[in-house]
């Protein structure tokens, strides 16, 4: 439901890439319902979608990607949630890591793969005793000749299992730094974990045994991890609040079509005023994170601090989702109650992006200390 978002195509954009996904979607259902249910990646999916570039909204179509700015991305994030596709999310940070942060060998090295979907990247950062709070990572790289040696361990990262290549936040005399992994060398190890939501992209608890890496793995400089980590985070809770809101209109369009043809007593569920109601509280909820995210989209791409716009989007989008996941059972009744039915899962999916990527607890936070900081709340945005 975006409202303002400028494609740098123009809106037609939007409407012929929307009725791709679509297509897309419908013709790929069984599959991609089928992987959901068994928290599956659905591998083959996932590259069909990279093949259409679609798994690299902001990359340039030169290295496989659509070649869009953040628009796109928010664009192409909202469609894939709504319509039940494979979250790119993932692999769109990896791609952002690289062209903000990247060496060109290593953009040679993983940028296209990752944009086709022929390279499966994951993030490793939060640890069993670290996730909101960075300063508190344990795992450690330390100097061995020209490279270096990582050693701890990692936890809830999408797609650690099955990735090519995670991104390792550690911890280094000089401070916290990004190391690009390849998972297939000695001392990387990991099992993998199931989540309740996003389930086509399972999680992993993984470990880094004394793994050698050449210095050419780090990614941005040694003790740059935190502007790596705040540049990427500060755009894709933007990609989080896009999923979010696709989540919410999915929920909110079922459940209206089915309350519309459901009967009770000698009244359609959608005759009652205290259901239209909250149809419309919901809507207004969705819309307004819409304009949210949208604004915020446009301050990225305009390359204003998108900081306190992002995380403003983040959070309002968790609430609208929510609100809309779980409203929409007052829609549908014992109809949502039941599997085969996406009402539940589709709050199960709201929740882990009120944790993940940034929980919204922590972007409350963040919104409070800008205000907190500020002469004036006029001044703030
Ligand atoms: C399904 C899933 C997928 C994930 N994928 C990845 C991934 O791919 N890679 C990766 O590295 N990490 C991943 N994460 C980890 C995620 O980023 C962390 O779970 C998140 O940062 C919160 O950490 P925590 O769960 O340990 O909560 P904790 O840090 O233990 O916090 C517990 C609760 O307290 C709240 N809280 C924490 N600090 C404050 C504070 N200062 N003020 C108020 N409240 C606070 C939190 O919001 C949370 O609700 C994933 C998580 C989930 C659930």
Redesign the pocket.
């Known amino acids: 439901m975006y409202v303002t978002l400028r494609f740098r195509e123009g809106p037609g954009w939007a409407e012929e890439l929307g009725e791709s996904l679509r297509e897309f979607a419908d013709e790929h259902r069984a599959e991609l319902e089928k992987a959901d249910a068994e928290g599956r990646f659905p591998r083959e999916v996932y590259q069909a979608m990279g093949d259409r570039g679609w798994v690299g909204p902001t990359t340039p179509t030169a290295a496989g990607g659509l070649g869009g700015g953040i628009a796109e991305y928010c664009f192409v994030c909202e469609e894939v949630a709504r319509l039940g596709l494979v979250s790119p999310q993932?692999a769109i940070q990896g791609q952002q890591w690289l062209l903000a942060f990247g060496t060109a060998e290593q953009r040679a090295r993983y940028l296209g793969g990752i944009a086709r979907g022929r390279i499966v990247f994951?993030?490793?950062?939060?640890e069993p005793g670290a996730?909101?709070?960075l300063k508190a990572i344990r795992t450690t790289a330390r100097r061995d000749g020209t490279g270096w040696v990582l050693s701890g361990r990692?936890t809830?990262?999408?797609l650690g299992h099955q990735s090519d290549v995670t991104l390792v936040y550690a911890a280094t005399e000089e401070g916290l730094t990004a190391f690009l992994v390849d998972t297939d060398l000695p001392g990387v190890g990991s099992v993998q974990t199931t989540?309740i939501?996003?389930r086509m992209l399972p999680?992993a608890d993984m470990t880094f045994d004394e793994v050698r890496v050449p210095a050419t793995a780090v990614l941005g400089g040694v003790g740059a991890g935190l502007e790596t980590f705040l540049t990427t985070f500060n755009i894709s809770r933007l990609g989080n609040a896009s999923e979010l809101i696709g989540y919410g209109r999915r929920a909110l369009a079922e459940a209206t079509g089915y309350a519309r043809g459901r009967d009770v007593g000698e009244h359609k569920v959608t005759d009652f005023q205290g259901i239209q109601w909250t149809l419309a509280d919901a809507y207004a909820e969705l819309y307004t994170s819409s304009l949210a995210r949208d604004h915020a989209a446009t301050l990225a791409d305009s390359g204003e601090d998108p900081a306190l716009a992002t995380s403003l989007a983040k959070m309002v989008a968790v609430h609208a989702a929510e609100r809309a996941t779980s409203d929409a059972f007052a829609l549908v009744g014992s109809h949502g109650c039941y599997t085969d039915t996406d009402f539940g899962q589709l709050m199960q999916d709201v929740k882990?992006y009120r944790?993940?990527?940034?929980?919204?607890?922590?972007m409350r936070?963040y919104v409070a200390r800008r205000i907190l900081r500020s002469d004036s709340l006029e001044g703030l945005a």
């Open positions: 993932i994951s993030e490793s950062i939060s996730a909101s709070s990692k809830h990262v999408n989540p939501g996003l999680t882990v944790i993940g990527g940034g929980s919204v607890e922590v936070n």
